[in-house]
C-alpha cells in the first residue's frame, strides 16, 4: 500500500448520546453509593419520542424514563455533552430528546449542530449514506474477498468501521427477561463479546482467588444473576468462544435466575447506582496490547449509546495481583473515577444497577489483535473517532508549526534489542534538510500525556517495530508513519496505519540494512526481533523525503506551499 490517504474526501460525522437519569437513593440497611447514568428518562415531548424511534440506532436500549433535565441538580442534559466538535452533531442525532431541550433553551451552546442532525455514524436505523461519518477506501478488489472496490469497501467497513458496531447492535439477544418493575434484565451479542445488566447480583462473600487473572470457575450457580425470566438454554448456546480475553462465558455461565427482588430485604451488602463497566485487560505494560482495551472500551460505548465519564470501570481479575499500567492517564478519557479493581468487592453481596460487559481485547475477528483485515483499504472512521475522542478528553492540543516546517519525531529505543546502531548518523543526515524540525525522543522517560503531545504535533514519526508505534493513533491525518524496519512482522503495524488512516511506510531493500547478529531468542533461537540494527544512511534519507512529500501533499496539510527544498 503506498498511497497517501486523502481522508477529508470521505469524512461526513455524527455521534451517539449521552444522558444522565435522576439520582435515587435506596433506603434501608444497604450501603449506597450514589449513580448517575447516561440515558434514563420519559420525555413528555411526543415529538421527541417519535423522533428517537425514528433515528433509534438499530439494537439500541431505548430512552426509557428520560426526561430533559437532571432531576436532582435541575440542570440541562446538554450539560453533560464532553465532545469533540465534530462529533457533536451524531451525538445530538441519536439523541433527540437532548437536541430538543437545546432547541427550545437560548442558552444552549449547541445550536449551531441541529442544523445537522442528519449526521449519523453509519450504525443507526434509517442513516442514510450519504450522511455517514466516513467512508473507508479500497484501491481494488482483491480475490477471495470481494469480486469489486465496492464490495471491499462494503466488507472492510463491517470488519473495522462503523459497521462493525451495527453488526453488535444486530446481534443481541435477550437471555433474561424481565417480568415486572424493578426486574433484572440481561442482554448479550453472540458468544457473549458483550452484555448489558440492569439490576446484576454477584455475591463476593466467599472469594476463591488463586494466581489466576481469569479463573473460570470463580463463580458459582447462585453467585451471579437477577430477578428475571432466564433463558439458560440459550445462554449456553454461546459458550463457543470461552476463553479469558475473547469472551464472558466462563464469568456468565453460572449466572442464575434469582428468586428474590435485589432492592429489597438486605439481599445487597453494596449497592452500586453509578453505571460499571466490567473489563478484562490486557498486558498493561504494553501500548500495542493495552490499547486494544481502550478501543474496545470506546467501541462498546457505541454499542451502550453513552460517552458519559460518570461511570465506575471496574478490572475483572480473579487474583490477588495488582495490575502494573503505564497508560493510565488513558482512563481519564472514559471515566471521572480511577479504576477499580473486582476485589474490592470482596465478602460482600454486591448490586449494580447498571452494568455493561465490555468488548474484550482478544476476540476472534475483534479489533485490532490479529485481525484479518481486506486488503488494499484503509482509513476507517472509527479509529480516527477514538483518536479524536481520546485527544479531546485528556486536552491533548494541536499546536500549528512554523510556515513551511516539516517535524521529524525519531523514537529511539534503550532496550537490548532492536536499538539503531547508526542512530547518530541518521539523525545527523535529517538534520542538514533545513525544513526539518527534527526531535530525538525516547518515550520511557516522559509521562504519557506529554508522549502524546509530541506525536499529536509530529508530521513523521520513525521508529524501528515495537509498541510504540501504536503512538500512530495519534498523528495528525496528515502524517507519515515510518517504521524503519518491520523485522519481518510486516502486516502489525501497516494493518494498524490502515485501520487509523495514515499513511505507513518502511524499510524496503534488504541488502540495505545490517543486523548486528541472527538474533537471540530465548527459545525459539535466531529471530530478527532480538537483535540490533545499522541502517544505510543515504537510502534512510530517501525514505525520509519521500514521506516528507507525502506530507506536504496531503489535503490536510497546513501549508499548500511545494517545497522546493525536499
Known amino acids: 500500500w503506498a498511497m497517501a490517504p486523502r481522508l477529508s474526501c470521505f469524512v461526513a460525522e455524527r455521534r451517539p448520546r449521552e444522558n444522565k437519569t435522576d439520582k435515587r437513593k435506596w433506603m434501608g440497611d444497604q450501603e449506597v453509593i450514589e449513580n448517575e447514568f447516561g440515558f434514563s428518562h420519559r420525555s413528555t415531548i411526543t415529538i421527541l419520542m417519535l423522533l428517537q424511534f425514528a433515528m433509534e440506532p438499530a439494537g439500541g436500549f431505548g430512552l426509557e424514563d428520560q426526561s430533559v433535565v437532571d432531576s436532582a441538580n435541575e440542570t440541562p442534559l446538554y450539560s453533560n455533552i464532553r465532545l469533540p466538535d465534530e462529533h457533536i452533531p451524531y451525538f445530538l442525532h441519536n439523541n433527540m430528546h437532548i437536541a430538543v431541550t437545546c432547541e427550545k433553551d437560548s442558552l444552549c451552546p449547541f445550536k449551531k449542530y441541529l442544523r445537522e442532525l442528519e449526521s449519523c455514524w453509519g450504525y443507526e436505523k434509517n442513516c442514510k449514506p450519504e450522511y455517514r461519518f466516513s467512508y473507508p477506501v479500497c484501491t481494488e478488489a482483491t480475490s477471495g474477498w470481494a469480486n469489486t472496490v465496492e464490495g471491499a469497501e462494503e466488507i472492510f467497513w463491517k470488519q473495522a468501521d462503523f459497521g462493525y458496531v451495527k453488526e453488535m447492535l444486530l446481534e443481541m439477544k435477550t437471555l433474561c427477561e424481565p417480568v415486572s418493575a424493578g426486574d433484572s434484565s440481561l442482554a448479550c451479542t453472540k458468544y ?19 494466581t489466576d487473572r481469569y479463573k473460570e470457575d470463580f463463580l458459582e450457580e447462585g453467585e451471579i444473576g437477577g430477578h428475571c425470566k432466564l433463558n439458560k438454554e440459550a445462554l449456553v448456546a454461546e459458550g463457543e468462544h470461552k476463553s479469558p480475553l475473547q469472551s464472558w462465558f466462563a464469568e456468565l455461565q453460572t449466572y442464575s435466575q434469582l428468586n428474590f427482588q435485589l432492592m429489597e430485604g438486605g439481599n445487597c451488602d453494596l449497592v452500586i447506582e453509578k453505571p460499571t463497566y466490567f473489563m478484562k485487560l490486557d ?81 476472534r475477528y475483534g479489533l485490532f489483535y490479529n485481525t484479518p483485515l481486506v486488503p488494499d483499504c484503509f482509513s476507517t472512521g472509527m479509529f480516527r473517532a477514538f483518536s479524536q475522542h481520546v485527544l479531546f478528553r485528556l486536552n491533548i492540543t494541536k499546536d500549528v508549526p512554523l510556515t513551511g516546517r516539516i517535524r521529524v519525531t525519531f523514537l529511539v529505543r534503550s532496550t537490548q534489542y532492536r536499538r539503531i546502531l547508526n542512530q547518530q548518523e541518521l539523525v545527523k543526515a535529517l538534520k542538514t534538510v533545513s525544513v526539518f524540525d527534527v526531535r530525538v525522543v525516547d518515550y520511557k522517560d516522559i509521562g504519557f500525556l506529554e508522549q502524546l503531545k509530541i506525536t499529536h504535533n509530529s508530521d513523521i514519526f520513525i521508529s524501528i517495530h515495537g509498541a510504540g508505534l501504536t503512538h500512530l493513533f495519534f498523528l495528525p491525518d496528515w502524517a507519515v508513519i515510518f517504521e524503519l524496519y518491520n523485522c519481518d512482522d510486516d502486516r502489525c ?24 547478529d541472527k538474533g537471540h531468542h530465548p527459545t525459539l533461537g535466531d529471530h530478527p526481533k532480538f537483535t540490533n540494527y545499522s541502517f544505510d544512511v543515504t537510502e534512510f534519507m530517501r525514505l525520509v523525503l519521500s514521506a516528507a512529500q507525502i506530507v506536504t501533499q496531503h489535503p490536510k496539510w497546513h501549508f499548500t506551499q511545494y517545497h522546493t527544498e525536499l
Open 192 to 210: 457473549t463479546r458483550y452484555c448489558r445488566a440492569t439490576n446484576l447480583y454477584i455475591d463476593l462473600r466467599n472469594p476463591r482467588r488463586n
Open 283 to 363: 498486558a498493561g505494560v504494553n501500548m500495542y496490547h493495552h490499547f486494544c482495551d481502550f478501543v474496545n472500551l470506546y467501541i462498546s460505548q457505541h454499542i451502550n449509546n453513552s460517552f458519559n465519564a460518570d461511570v465506575n470501570i471496574v478490572m475483572w481479575d480473579t487474583s490477588s495481583y495488582g495490575y502494573g499500567d503505564l497508560f493510565s492517564d488513558t482512563w481519564k478519557a472514559f471515566s471521572d473515577y480511577n479504576i477499580i479493581h473486582l476485589k474490592t468487592f470482596d465478602h460482600k453481596r454486591v448490586c449494580f444497577k447498571e452494568a455493561v460487559f465490555s468488548l474484550l481485547p482478544r476476540m
Open 493 to 516: 503495524y501497516l494493518d494498524l496505519a490502515r485501520l487509523r488512516g495514515v499513511h505507513y511506510t518502511t524499510w524496503e531493500k534488504s541488502d540495505k540494512v545490517i543486523p548486528q
